[in-house]
C-alpha cells in the first residue's frame, strides 16, 4: 500500500512540504492531504478584502535575493498565476528590477523631520559590547536576553530604531535570535537606511505565494481540508520511537478520527505567531484573544509533555506583554493621502519600504507598497500597511492605548504624526489587527525548547514551524518554515538531495568585524 503524508495546518510551512513531497519525494498529490483550521489556507501570509469592505492582512513581507535559499528553490518551480510563462521567482526578479528600495524617509522625528540615518548613531561602548554580542557562542547566550548584553543608551541609537523596527525586535527578546539575525543579515548593515536590500513580491504575498503554490498543489490533486482543527493525536512507542497512529480533529461540527498506517507520514505546524489574531474595524478595536483562543499551542503541549525531545512551548507561549503588537491595513479611495506622503517622503509606492516614527508612543511605521497590492484592487482604490510595536501605550494623538483604538482612531493618531489634514484620510477604511503572539519566537528559549524539524526519537511526525531548530536560521521568517519543511522531508523520505545551505555573508569572524566597524563609522 502507498504511503501517505497528513499534513496538519495550511500555513506557507506546510504547502512548501507538500510540494518538497511531489517534486523531490515522487508522492502523489492525492496522496496528501492538509487538514486546517481555518477557511483559507496560507496561515500567517493571509490577505483578502474588496474596496467595498476594506483590504486586510497581518503583515507585509520584506525578502531578499542574498538569503531565503530554500524559498526561491521552492518557487522557482511555481508557476506566478499572472505571468504563467515565468516561475514566482522570476516574476519576483523582474518586478524587483523595476522597484529598487531605496527609502529617503526611514526614520521621522517628532517635528516631522527626517532623520540623519547615515553614521547609525553608535559610541564606542556600543561598538565593543554588540561586537562581543556578535561573537558570544549560543550555548554560552543561553537564554539571555538582549538587554543581558547592550547597555540602556544602545536602545536610543538611530541603529536600534532601524533595526528593531525592520525585524520587530524588542530589548528584551532572546539575545541567541538577536545574534542570529546579526550574522543572517550581515549584509544588511551598510545599507539599513535605506532599505536598499530589501525584495518584494509584486502583490501581498497570498496573492503573489499562497494562490499559486496551491494551485500547482491542487492541479496535482492535494486535498486541502479546511475548518478542520485538530484537537489531538494518538501515538504509540516502537521502541524508543514515537510513532503517529491517528489524527482526531474536529470537522463541521464533528469530531472525526483518521487512522494513520505503517508508512504514513504526519507533518505538524506547531505554534503559529499569528494565533489567537483577531481583526477590528473601522468603528471597532480588535477583541483581545488569548491562549483559550488558540489552536496551534494547546496541541504542541499536548504532545511536548509525552515526549521531552518535542520541546518546550510555554518558552514562547507565557507572556503576552512581551510578544503582542497590532498592526492595520488601510483602504484609500482618495489619492491625496498617497500624494502627500510621495511628497513628503521622496519615495514613489512601493519604493520606501517602513517609514518609522520614531517619537511615537506606539512606535508606528507604514509602509506604501507599490499599488496595486491587491490583485483585484481597481485603479482608482489604494492600500497600505502599518504597524505598531507598543500598541499597549497612550497615543500622541489619541489619549488611548492602541490596543484599545477602531480604524478611525488609528488614522487620526497616524495623520497627526504626519500633520496631514485628516481629509486626506477621508473615506478611507482602516482594519486593525491584534495580534497576541506575533513575536513569540523571539522570546528567550534554550536550545531544547524547540524540536528538531524530525526528532531522533520520532518515527513518523515532523515539526514545520518557526518553533523548530535549525542551525544558524532567523525565525520571523517565510525562509525559516519553507527549510523546515525541506529538511523535514527530505529526512522522513531519505531523500539524498542536499537542502540548499544558508549562504555565508559572514565567512570569518574577522570579515564579520570589518562589516560590522565599517558600517558604525
Ligand atoms: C505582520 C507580519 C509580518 C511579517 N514580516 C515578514 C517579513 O518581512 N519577512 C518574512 O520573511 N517573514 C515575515 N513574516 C513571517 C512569515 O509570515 C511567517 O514566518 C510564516 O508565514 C509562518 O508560516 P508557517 O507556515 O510556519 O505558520 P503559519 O502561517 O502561522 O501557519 C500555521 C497554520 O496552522 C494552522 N493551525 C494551527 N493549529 C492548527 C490545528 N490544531 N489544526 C489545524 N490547523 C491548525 C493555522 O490556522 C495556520 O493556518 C511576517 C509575519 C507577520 C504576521
Not at 469592505?53 to 513581507?61: A, E, K, P, V
Not at 507598497?369 to 484592487?377: H, I
Not at 494623538?397 to 500633520?419: Q, S
Amino acid at each position: 500500500m502507498k504511503s501517505k503524508a497528513y499534513l496538519i495546518g495550511g500555513g506557507i510551512g506546510t504547502l512548501a512540504a507538500a510540494a518538497f513531497l511531489i517534486r523531490d519525494g515522487g508522492f502523489a498529490g492525492e496522496d496528501i492531504c492538509l487538514l486546517e483550521a481555518a477557511s483559507s489556507l496560507g496561515g500567517s501570509l493571509d490577505g483578502s478584502g474588496n474596496p467595498e469592505r476594506g483590504y486586510s492582512l497581518r503583515g507585509g513581507r520584506m525578502f531578499t535575493f542574498d538569503n531565503y535559499e530554500c524559498t526561491w528553490d521552492l518557487f522557482k518551480s511555481i508557476p506566478s498565476i499572472h505571468r504563467p510563462s515565468k516561475s514566482v521567482f522570476e516574476e519576483t526578479v523582474d518586478f524587483n528590477e523595476r522597484h529598487k528600495s531605496n527609502s529617503q524617509a526611514r526614520l521621522v522625528d517628532a517635528q516631522r523631520a527626517k532623520v540623519p540615518v547615515a553614521s547609525m548613531g553608535f559610541s564606542m561602548q556600543d561598538r565593543v559590547e554588540l561586537l562581543e554580542l556578535a561573537g558570544t557562542s549560543e550555548v554560552e547566550l543561553a537564554d539571555s536576553r538582549i538587554t543581558d548584553w547592550l547597555s540602556p543608551e544602545f536602545f536610543h541609537t538611530e541603529f536600534w530604531a532601524m533595526w528593531a523596527t525592520t525585524f520587530a525586535f524588542q530589548p528584551w527578546h532572546s539575545a541567541v535570535e538577536f545574534k542570529r539575525y546579526l550574522h543572517r543579515f550581515m549584509m544588511e548593515f551598510p545599507r539599513i537606511e535605506t532599505l536598499g536590500g530589501v525584495r518584494r513580491t509584486v502583490y501581498n504575498q497570498y496573492d503573489s505565494m499562497v494562490l499559486p503554490l496551491q494551485r500547482w498543489l491542487e492541479e496535482r490533486g492535494v486535498r486541502f481540508i479546511n475548518g478542520c482543527t485538530v484537537t489531538d493525536i494518538d501515538y504509540k512507542f516502537e521502541g524508543a520511537k514515537f510513532t503517529v497512529t491517528a489524527i482526531d480533529c474536529h470537522f463541521h461540527e464533528r469530531f472525526e478520527h483518521i487512522e494513520v498506517q505503517g508508512d504514513d507520514i504526519v507533518i505538524l505546524q506547531n505554534g503559529s505567531m499569528t494565533d489567537a489574531s483577531s481583526v477590528g474595524s473601522i468603528q471597532s478595536a480588535p477583541t483581545k484573544l488569548g491562549k483559550a483562543d488558540s489552536r496551534a499551542w494547546a496541541l504542541w503541549e499536548k504532545l511536548a509533555a509525552v515526549n521531552p525531545d518535542f520541546g518546550n512551548p510555554s518558552a514562547f507561549n507565557s507572556s503576552i506583554a512581551e510578544s503582542s503588537w497590532e498592526s492595520f491595513t488601510v483602504t484609500l479611495k482618495n489619492p491625496e493621502f498617497i500624494e502627500r506622503m510621495v511628497d513628503f517622503s521622496g519615495n514613489e509606492p512601493g519604493t520606501g519600504g517602513l517609514v518609522t516614527f520614531t517619537d511615537s508612543n506606539w512606535l508606528m511605521s507604514i509602509v506604501i507598497p507599490f499599488q496595486p497590492y491587491f490583485a483585484n484592487q481597481p485603479a482608482d482604490v489604494q492600500v497600505f500597511w502599518g504597524y505598531a510595536l507598543f500598541p499597549d501605550r497612550v497615543g500622541n494623538y489619541v489619549a488611548k492605548p492602541m490596543a484599545d483604538c477602531n480604524g478611525e482612531e488609528i488614522l487620526t493618531e497616524l495623520c497627526g504624526h504626519l500633520r496631514f489634514d485628516r481629509t486626506t484620510t477621508t473615506g478611507a477604511n482602516c482594519i486593525p489587527c491584534y495580534m497576541p503572539y506575533i513575536t513569540s519566537m523571539f522570546m528567550p528559549r534554550v536550545k531544547t525548547d524547540r524540536p528538531l524539524p524530525v526528532p531522533d526519537s520520532s518515527k513518523n511526525l515532523a515539526f514545520v514551524s518557526q518553533f523548530v531548530e535549525i542551525p544558524d536560521d532567523v525565525v520571523f521568517t517565510v525562509e525559516y518554515s519553507v527549510r523546515a519543511a525541506q529538511m523535514a522531508v527530505y529526512k522522513l523520505l531519505g531523500i539524498e538531495k542536499t537542502v540548499p545551505p544558508i549562504l555565508r555573508h559572514d565567512k570569518s569572524l574577522q570579515t564579520q568585524l570589518d562589516v560590522l566597524v565599517k558600517a558604525m563609522r
